[in-house]
């Protein structure tokens, strides 16, 4: 990894509020080596999303970052940000709320090998959309769920998500 791949791996990382004192590098770092790949239509949206902080961070300047695809760390970036314009509140708070759902908050440092394995699951889950119709196991699980969230674009689970969660205020 060349500087400006590290510098942007930390902001990133900055992106994300992490309550206490613990340490989630570990988690960070299989979130940033984890693609994420879409398979219905108009998720190729997020991936566009989370491929922007690339040209954000970068804002003009002439380095380039040595990655592929967007990984899961620019994903829940992004759609923290999202999440927040629409349903309001603050990115990074969105962002740990996003890892809570996926239940990867108590992931912290150092992470033992069964553990590394766990978040390779569940990160599978989220991108294969193994999960459960309510969306349980996702970003954006519901309480009443209408319709199969795991064929629902991300954009629309997001926003049936803040919808919930504004009826329960």
Do not use: C
């Not at 509020?17 to 984890?34: C, I, K, M, V």
């Amino acid at each position: 990894m060349t500087k400006t791949d590290i510098a942007y791996y930390e902001w990133l990382i900055s992106q994300v509020d992490t309550p206490g004192d613990r340490s989630y590098r570990d988690l960070f770092e299989r979130l940033h080596n984890f693609e994420f790949v879409w398979f219905v239509p108009n998720d190729d949206n997020r991936v566009q999303d989370g491929l922007d902080l690339r040209a954000e961070f970068l804002n003009g300047n002439r380095p380039t970052l040595h990655l592929e695809g967007a990984t899961m760390l620019e994903i829940l970036v992004s759609l923290s940000r999202r999440v927040a314009f629409i349903g309001g509140g603050n990115e990074p708070q969105w962002a740990w709320r996003l890892l809570k759902n996926l239940k990867l908050t108590k992931m912290s440092d150092p992470l033992t090998e069964e553990q590394a394995k766990r978040i390779d699951d569940i990160l599978e889950t989220l991108v294969y959309r193994t999960y459960e119709r309510s969306g349980r196991g996702g970003f954006f699980p519901l309480k009443d769920s209408l319709e199969d969230q795991t064929k629902v674009e991300l954009w629309y689970q997001m926003n049936a998500y803040v919808i919930e969660k504004d009826k329960n205020l």
